[in-house]
């Protein structure tokens, strides 16, 4: 491609890396890339491995995210998991091709600052994602509004836990659903002073990693 892509040839990025380099045509990159920003390069690459079985939790804080579908939310949720020490994110979602979908789309990445890039990222049902941290005692630190356990009262109460924590958050309309909140013994809620009901779920789950950023 010549022109506004400004396209390089081939031969200086076969030599740099070691792949295979196709040049792609402007209306072929318009329908792959219909809207935001034009690219000029882009790759092909395999999605590793996701099951939460193989990959496992890393660090004392982790993150648990079920059902989110705004992928600038769960970019930005990422984000902050890296920007706060989190080493592990597990995305909860029964549709695993869809999850995926979610978790490696292109809004995604693009929110998460390459964030994405330094997780470790998997996927699993509620089910499994209980049972895996009731077998590595690990406590879940799940956030909903119904509930009168604040999230500061919670943390002065457990300073001197050494216990690794998960900190769950659910969709961006729904919370934390019923099967997850039954399963939790550690249910809390973030103060606010204003009139407003809630607040956006990629802001409280930067107010949760801050505030346990002293249990990592």
Known sequence: M?????MPTTEPLASK?????MLMTTPLMKKLFPTGKRVSIFGIVNIPCTRLSKVGILGNVSLILEDIQDPGNLGTML???????VKSVVYIGTDIPLAIGRLFSRITI?????????????ISSVRAALQYCDTYAIEILASTPHTTLTLADWCNAHKASPSRIAVALGNENSGLSHDFLSKSRNCVRIQMLGLVESINVAVSCGILLHALIDFQ
């Open 110 to 122: 693009r929110a998460s600052m390459g964030a994405i890039f330094r997780l470790n990222l998997s």
């Open 17 to 21: 890396y070691v792949c295979n380099v």
């Open 79 to 85: 984000r902050c998991a890296e920007a706060f020490g």
């Open 2 to 6: 010549k022109g506004k892509y400004n």
